[in-house]
């Protein structure tokens, strides 16, 4: 009942029903919730090589069918989902995370979602499985360095809605906005909400900076963030809360994208992702209240394997259009603290010994209290475009590296910066640093170069690795910039193929 104590405020209604933690859930648990909350449908979902979330859909009507679907899975096409998997032997089982199990937010038949995992013909786990390139990435990091890797999304999106001439926001002011000058406050509020519900933990939602009127439509940025969790489970949040927004978009008839970039002058949507490593339950990101040396070996692990990170994080053209020189969005290979020009930040702490709450409030007695457990390192390139469970697997993999690199301190030292490399003061710091790739092309390059990184340990597989050079290199956009020069109006013609990426 303890246990229950601590999930007083969670939404899932699995949780609130059966009193544990999804961690814990088992075969019998989810029988007995659908069984006595008369639930009628069941959907596995499981995310494809698109990244998209893919559903199948079983009626029940007969416990002895529920039991089996629960205990066996279900056969799926496999050569329909990911490219590497070929037609001849493309049979592959989807088995069922009992710990995934949520309600459909928006079924009007009472209906309960399992993600899944793939297996082959032989009962063994789908080695080139993203979802389970995750599990191999995590697991080799405790095994490497005895810790744990823990990690976190800031997901952000544009709504598309109806021009509203009453109360408009100002272009590219909309960082925090408040209704009536942020239009679609609900819509977000709403989608949090759901979320929640399907086992989502929230730090928070927002207003981002991005918005433009074009014609009759009404273009405004947001974005959700969430708390640091298992890497495995910040994966799975991400994954479906795009489906949840997207869904709830559909209902309310508005527009949603995730694209990097889609037009000129107006800002970017970006895929931050937040890291941290725990020992213990015990934040190691900071010792003495000063940044550790456990978190500088894995920034040193990330500014190693930075350029070959682009391979999972921005993977379609328009993610070249939103990492260019000079812009919020970084392209140098640096990192420092709470600067926002960098590739890796390390982000404003709770590190005061002072007690903020106190001196706002002067009812509370004074209770200064360590914040270190919230510090985390920011990795701020990414994308909507990314495959998430490839790119959080690629920063595991860069962060044990970071442990098993030659002198990952003084790399570290080297790579550090303290100034706004964005400054035109500053731009001999800037053309001393490495540079992100600029095209897929490029990055697919670099991505063969560094492949023994994501090899090592048995964790990316060598045909995936191939499969994932070969369709960077496809898009042949390495000379994206110049081409869109001469010829600007091509631009949009890319953003609309790429749209409704990832």
């Not at 697991?139 to 809605?161: I, R």
Request: aromatic share 12%; hydrophobic share 35%.
């Amino acid at each position: 009942m303890e246990q229950f104590k601590e999930q007083t405020f969670c939404m899932n209604p699995l949780v609130q029903f059966l009193h544990k933690n999804p961690v814990d859930f088992t075969k019998a648990d989810i029988i007995r919730y659908i069984e006595e909350n008369e639930i009628r449908m069941l959907n596995f979902r499981y995310v494809a090589g698109d990244g998209r979330l893919k559903s199948l859909n079983f009626v029940l009507t007969d416990s002895d069918y529920l039991n089996q679907i629960l205990s066996y899975g279900e056969r799926v096409d496999g050569s329909s989902l990911f490219s590497f998997v070929k037609a001849g032997s493309s049979d592959l089982y989807v088995i069922p995370r009992f710990r995934s199990a949520f309600m459909d937010p928006f079924a009007e038949i009472p209906t309960l979602c399992l993600m899944c995992s793939y297996y082959t013909k032989d009962g063994k786990p789908l080695e080139t499985s993203p979802e389970y390139i995750l599990k191999k990435a995590k697991k080799s990091f405790q095994d490497v360095t005895g810790m744990e890797f823990k990690a976190m999304g800031e997901l952000e999106y544009y709504v598309v809605g109806d021009k509203d001439e009453l109360f408009p926001a100002t272009d590219q002011r909309g960082y925090h906005e408040s209704g009536p000058y942020c239009k679609f406050g609900e819509f977000r509020a709403r989608a949090m909400y759901y979320i929640a519900q399907a086992g989502g933990t929230i730090k928070y939602g927002h207003s981002e900076v991005g918005n433009f009127t074009l014609g009759d439509k009404i273009y405004e940025q947001n974005e959700i963030e969430f708390l640091v969790t298992d890497v495995e489970d910040a994966a799975n949040q991400l994954i479906i809360a795009k489906w949840i927004i997207r869904q709830l978009a559909y209902e309310y008839g508005l527009d949603v994208t995730f694209a990097p970039k889609i037009t000129v002058g107006k800002a970017g949507s970006g895929l931050h992702i937040h890291t941290q490593i725990t020992k213990d339950g015990v934040n190691q990101y900071v010792k003495d209240g000063v940044l550790s040396e456990t978190a500088r070996k894995a920034i040193a692990g990330y500014m190693q394997c930075a350029a070959s990170l682009t391979a999972f994080g921005n993977a379609n053209p328009t993610s070249y259009f939103r990492l260019v020189p000079h812009q919020e969005a970084p392209t140098s290979i640096c990192w420092g603290d709470r600067n926002r020009s960098v590739l890796v930040r390390v982000p404003l702490g709770w590190l005061s010994k002072g007690d903020m709450v106190a001196d706002a409030n002067p009812m509370e007695k004074p209770n200064p209290v360590d914040g270190s457990f919230k510090q985390t390192v920011e990795f701020r390139c990414p994308d909507g475009s990314a495959d998430i469970y490839l790119l959080l697997a690629g920063l595991v993999v860069a962060a044990r590296c970071g442990f098993e690199m030659k002198d990952p301190l003084a790399f570290a030292k080297e790579t550090y910066v303290d100034v706004n490399i964005f400054d035109e003061a500053n731009r001999e710091k800037a053309d001393s640093l490495k540079s992100l790739p600029t095209s897929c092309y490029e990055s697919g390059v670099v991505l063969e170069q560094h492949r023994e990184y994501y090899e090592r340990h048995g964790v990316f597989t060598p045909e995936l690795i191939n499969d994932l050079v070969a369709k960077l290199k496809s898009y042949n956009d390495q000379n994206i910039r110049e081409e869109l020069e001469k010829h600007p109006e091509r631009m949009m013609e890319i953003v609309k193929t790429y749209y409704h990426c990832g």
